[in-house]
């Protein structure tokens, strides 16, 4: 009989001693920048580097390091943080980082970047004119607005938003926002994670001519997939892989359900009148 061996650590170094290395490597790399007038900063630079940096290393998403960080004050405090930041600050702050000075040309953690693409719907007043009545995922109408997000599932950076009435289809909006997507020098095709609403020909066509990999679910009241863009993404990754890229539509998912349950944002819309105001 074979013995059963413990799998080794992902870790090189336990955190408390890991930690300081990073710190110092990091202070190292990081230009300081102008100190500009005002309130200081809550979380600096080198913290949110830290952060990002640890996820990685433990292989968390960042809403898992978030709850990490919230049960463990010790890891907060080594990490430079005075308490939890929230998902819209690291939304806002991630995208301001200058990667490419700690990437030296390529990306940190993993080597193909994977991003997620999905709407929800913002129920707004009935009185206002330019909402308009959309179907739920749950087969419910709903008068309202429509959120539209690309959003990067390793940095939680929010790569495009669009706000629309709710009767609009997700699908040509979704290709809009992948027009905008920026390459980095080098890096593998960045794979897009959608539903069954995506599943288009032309977003097929679009994402392959962005040196991109689309990746989305089926509704099988369609019948059998005819697209030939799914089929030629579906033997490139294997079925297996495949699989578990569309179960990672659940991290935006998540996103939606704190925007809308704990951060208010249904009830911020329900104040409102017109697509400008949402």
């Given at each position: 009989?074979?013995?059963?061996?413990?799998?080794?650590?992902?870790?090189?170094?336990?955190?408390?001693?890991?930690?300081?290395?990073?710190?110092?490597?990091?202070?190292?790399?990081?230009?300081?920048?102008?100190?500009?007038?005002?309130?200081?900063?809550?979380?600096?630079?080198?913290?949110?580097?830290?952060?990002?940096?640890?996820?990685?290393?433990?292989?968390?998403?960042?809403?898992?390091?978030?709850?990490?960080?919230?049960?463990?004050?010790?890891?907060?405090?080594?990490l430079?943080?005075?308490?939890?930041?929230?998902?819209?600050?690291?939304?806002?702050?991630?995208?301001?980082?200058?990667?490419?000075?700690?990437?030296?040309?390529?990306?940190?953690?993993?080597?193909?970047?994977?991003?997620?693409?999905?709407?929800?719907?913002?129920?707004?007043?009935?009185?206002?004119?330019?909402?308009?009545?959309?179907?739920?995922?749950?087969?419910?109408?709903?008068?309202?607005?429509?959120?539209?997000?690309?959003?990067?599932?390793?940095?939680?950076?929010?790569?495009?938003?669009?706000?629309?009435?709710a009767?609009?289809?997700?699908?040509?909006?979704?290709?809009?926002?992948?027009?905008?997507?920026?390459?980095?020098?080098?890096?593998?095709?960045?794979?897009?994670?959608?539903?069954a609403?995506?599943?288009?020909?032309?977003?097929?066509?679009?994402?392959?001519?962005?040196?991109?990999?689309?990746?989305?679910?089926?509704?099988?009241?369609?019948?059998?997939?005819?697209?030939?863009?799914?089929?030629?993404?579906?033997?490139?990754?294997?079925?297996?892989?495949?699989?578990?890229?569309?179960?990672?539509?659940w991290?935006?998912?998540?996103?939606?359900?704190?925007?809308?349950?704990?951060?208010?944002?249904?009830?911020?819309?329900?104040?409102?009148?017109?697509?400008k105001a949402?």
């Open positions: 009989m074979e013995e059963h061996q413990t799998p080794p650590s992902i870790l090189p170094l336990p955190l408390e001693e890991l930690v300081p290395l990073l710190q110092a490597w990091l202070q190292a790399r990081l230009p300081e920048g102008e100190r500009k007038p005002g309130r200081p900063r809550t979380f600096s630079d080198l913290s949110l580097f830290l952060f990002h940096l640890v996820r990685a290393l433990l292989g968390f998403s960042s809403e898992r390091m978030r709850r990490e960080l919230a049960r463990n004050p010790r890891l907060r405090k080594r430079g943080l005075e308490r939890v930041p929230s998902s819209a600050t690291l939304s806002e702050r991630s995208r301001k980082l200058p990667w490419p000075l700690l990437r030296g040309g390529k990306r940190v953690g993993r080597g193909r970047r994977v991003l997620a693409m999905d709407a929800t719907l913002l129920p707004a007043q009935r009185s206002d004119g330019e909402a308009a009545w959309g179907v739920g995922s749950d087969g419910g109408w709903v008068y309202g607005y429509k959120l539209h997000l690309l959003v990067d599932l390793d940095t939680g950076e929010v790569l495009a938003l669009r706000v629309t009435p009767s609009w289809h997700d699908s040509p909006v979704g290709r809009g926002m992948l027009w905008g997507v920026e390459r980095f020098p080098g890096e593998k095709p960045p794979v897009v994670v959608a539903d609403a995506y599943e288009g020909e032309a977003n097929f066509w679009l994402t392959r001519r962005r040196g991109m990999l689309l990746v989305t679910g089926h509704n099988r009241r369609r019948g059998r997939p005819k697209g030939r863009g799914r089929l030629l993404n579906l033997r490139r990754r294997g079925r297996g892989a495949y699989r578990r890229l569309l179960g990672r539509r991290e935006l998912e998540t996103v939606f359900g704190l925007l809308k349950g704990p951060m208010g944002l249904v009830g911020a819309v329900g104040r409102v009148r017109g697509l949402v």
